[in-house]
């Protein structure tokens, strides 16, 4: 029986994809299986399939939907393993990282709907390292998520209940991961393991601070405006407004009416100050 199930989505990567392949490897974990999901618009399952050949327990599948959710869906749908996980193609996984995430989950004394770990950044190979500012641990509560999403996509889940959660919502072009943790925290508390083992590739082609993921936090901010009210709904309104350079007075009156807060004056005055520099240049 598989015990776990590594989606990898890719998208003509295959220079970084082995990299990331291998990590999984290298965790010395029984009864694994690695799924790659080619993502890319022309068909290139066959050159992925004859790079790994020699390895049995890789698997590449096809998916024509364009989009990381999409792909990943497409992953689980083939997946046989009780738990999946996931690892973007240029990012890699270090020594212990999912027998770590494994021997928590099953020993746990409390229902969890995923448990996860650290992540730090490299660029160039790793020349250059740096954290991550948005790091939590231990216990996850839906409150430790609701403002930004301090997990990142390579956390463990039994596959039924990430089945039971419908999986992640296509609908997104970004910040799928961080709709589907809002869900799974709507169920169970989740846990992140104190070890920086997941590590992010940073080269400033990834682009991973996008117009699509602000456009995302405002099609966040309407999906759960009647599960989390009416203060979350317009903060995440208007910082997503604000991250895209626009502004709308109306967002801001509402927001101010119902956060109780100064962060909507933050935003304002950040809105302002990023203005004032874009008319000087």
Known sequence: MIKLSVIIPTCNRQHSLRRSVNSVLDQNIDNLEVIVVDDYKEDQTSDITNLF????CVRVVKSWSHSPSGARNIGVSNAKGEYITFLDDDDIYLPGRLKNMLSYFETSA???SFVS???FFETDDFKTIFGDDSQIYGEIT?????????????FLMRRDFFNKLNGFDETFSSLEDWDIILRSLLVNNGY?????????????????VSFS???SRNKLADKYLFTFGSKWYYENKLRGLHELGLF???IFLKSLRYSHSLLPIKIVIKHLLKAKKNDAN
């Open 248 to 250: 709308d007075w109306r």
């Open 192 to 208: 992140k393991l104190q070890r920086l083992d997941y590590v992010v590739n940073a080269e400033i082609d990834r682009n991973r």
């Open 142 to 154: 839906l409150s430790d998520v609701l403002e930004d999403n301090g997990i990142d996509i390579g």
């Open 117 to 119: 770990s650290g992540r």
């Open 53 to 56: 050949a020699d390895i049995s």
């Open 213 to 215: 993921q602000e456009k």
């Open 110 to 112: 409390t229902t969890l």
